[in-house]
């Protein structure tokens, strides 16, 4: 697949925080009279779009094929039961990449929108520490229209002129070689995205033939995402077969398995460059997949246990906390204050994520509930706490207590209901657990929602990949 190359020229504000970072630590060096500090950590920062956890090996799936996804959670911290903020590919991103719950950050869809400026990103804070920064993306959705390039060095992108709409593990690798093959200065934050898990389910041939599909070429004709319902433009969509579905399913573990291995080239190209001798490497997914629970099929277009829950695992070179799981309910907006303690970065900001490094440490934290959204086609939200999610179809501007909010058991599909005992039982979590919603869907502080102009040829490859094109206005 043919790729943007282009370095993008450090902004004013950049250079001038960059010289400043590098002017006060020589200060205080001096004044010390002491040698500089060590040399900060790298960070490797892997997203994967559409990932579920409970199809990963490391999460008990057990024809998985992801040994090295496997072996980062081995050396590392594994959180068992960790929710995306937004189950929409930017929103989601921009949650990992702010710290921040969407309606503080802004960026709400999938495009149209753009993260405001005033959002200080993760590549800001490290970029001003003088970290070199690099983030390589294979979605359209996340290129640098969306704002996301906030505070990267580069940010290489995939071409809007080239009819995919989606770059495979493969090409993105070859980027990231690209950009090694110039061996930038650590320390390093290196952010790479792929986006292979996500539909259609088609990876290269030795990954179909290991699941016995090598010629499936039928899957691609015949199942477009389906979603089993009226869609916007009138369409109801069949139900497919079981046996094609458990076909799908298949050829999506697949996909997995094509990326795991995908990772697992990064890493040892990374490796050999001498950049994972002292680094930090995490990854997370922006959301799910459903493969026909809830009737929904091959997409993610709600915010339950199949589309909200993700993997999410960090590790650090000196083997710290190696090999702990962490069963309580977290976020992924907690993997930014967290990535900046292991990298000993004090960032001073005020964000919703929380350090989870006690938990790592086997110590408590307090339970809190997560607040997830879907804001591109069927509008809701939920807070999600331990036993309990409360579930709103909802415009983003509508009051909590004005929409019915449906209570039910957050490991159960949305058919699902809380029986009427249950629900007394859960009357208080009830209570909490919409004053939580309430809060997070309405900060007292946030940055205005950025409406921007998508050019045809980007909506048409997003049609392309199953996506509706409808441009909805500032108050859904
Ligand atoms: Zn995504």
Known sequence: MTRTWQKRPHSV???????????????????????????APNLVLITLDTLRADRLGSYGHAPARTPVLDGIAAGGVRFQDAVSQATTTPPSHASILTGLNPARHGLRKLHGQRLPEANETLAEILRARGYTTAAFVS???????????????????????????????????????????????APVFLWVHYFDPHHPYYPPTDYRDAVGLGDA??????LPRNTNRKRPDGRTLKTPAPKVTENMSRLYDAEVAYTDAAVGALLARLREEGLLDDAVVAFVA??????????????H??????????????????????????????ATIDLLPTLLAWLGVDASLDFDGRDLTPLARGEALPERPVYTEQFEYFPVR??????????????????????????????????????PRDVVAAEDAKQALSQALSEAAHPEERHETEWIEVPGAVRAQLRALGYTDEARGPDR
Not at 13 to 25: E, I
Not at 401 to 408: M, N, P, S, V, W
Request: hydrophobic share 40%; proline share 6%.
């Open 382 to 419: 939920a807070m999600r706490g331990r036993d309990w999610m409360l579930r709103q179809a909802a415009a983003p501007r509508a009051r909590v207590e004005d929409a019915e909010a449906l209570l039910q058991p957050r490991t159960r599909a949305r058919s699902n209901r809380a029986s």
């Open 139 to 185: 979605d359209l959705p996340l290129g640098s229209r969306t704002g996301l390039d906030q505070g990267f060095d580069l940010y290489d992108e995939l071409d809007e002129q080239i009819p995919a709409g989606a770059g495979e593990a493969g090409d993105t690798n070859a980027r990231v070689f690209r950009w090694l093959d110039d061996a930038p200065e």
């Open 13 to 39: 504000r950049a250079v001038l925080a960059r010289s400043l970072a590098t002017v006060t630590a020589a200060a205080l060096a001096q004044l010390a009279c002491s040698e500089p500090a060590p040399p």
């Open 217 to 222: 070429d039928w899957a691609q004709k015949v």
């Open 301 to 330: 277009w709600d915010v339950l246990e199949e589309t909200a829950r993700v993997p999410m695992v960090i590790s650090h070179s000196d083997g710290r906390h190696a090999g702990a799981v962490v069963e309580q309910l977290v």
């Open 286 to 299: 922006d959301h799910g997949e459903q493969l026909g629970e809830g009737g929904y099929y091959f997409g």
